[in-house]
């Protein structure tokens, strides 16, 4: 694996997180550093992190907080 990958992996808790519970990324890794792209997408599409999922995430929690301000009426 890349001195830059490593460093990438080791930034991101969330990566390396993935990488411990999926091993098999290190091999995939190791021989295809090119690869890293996929794992990234891999990564968001497991801890719900890509765009989509952080507005559907806000858009629940307005919701909740309307839900509760209507309550209190």
Request: proline share 1%; no cysteine; aromatic share 18%.
């Amino acid at each position: 694996m890349t001195l830059d990958l490593q460093f990438k992996i080791k930034e991101n808790e969330n990566y390396l997180r993935y990488l411990r519970q999926h091993a098999y990324w290190y091999k995939t890794l190791n021989r295809t550093p090119w690869e890293f792209k996929r794992f990234e997408e891999e990564v968001k599409r497991e801890y719900h992190l890509s765009k989509v999922d952080r507005l559907e995430r806000a858009f629940n929690t307005f919701e909740m907080l309307e839900k509760i301000l209507v309550s209190f009426q």
